[in-house]
């Protein structure tokens, strides 16, 4: 892994990381903002996870246990959120 590409991925966790600030002080509330917040935060992870923590080149098996335990997370998140909703 190049500096180049982590460097890259850096700016783009910190864009996301604005955007999602960004939500939270324009008052984004609903579904809408729920499922940016929701899809910002899982490609956050999975960039982190990937690059971050290095197993974009290792066998699939520990990229599969991370990315599902980040999907599931994620999925449990938006079916608490829909449930709650009157």
Do not use: C, Q
């Amino acid at each position: 892994m190049n500096t180049r590409h982590l460097n890259i991925v850096l700016v783009v966790l910190l864009a996301a990381t604005v955007a999602t600030f960004e939500i939270g002080e324009r008052g984004g509330a609903g579904t809408a903002a729920m499922a940016a917040l929701l899809t910002i935060s899982f490609i956050k992870g999975r960039l982190v996870v990937l690059d971050f923590m290095g197993l974009r080149g290792v066998k699939f098996f520990w990229r599969g246990l991370l990315l599902g335990w980040l999907l599931l997370v994620s999925t449990l998140i938006a079916v608490a959120y829909w449930i709650a909703i009157p």
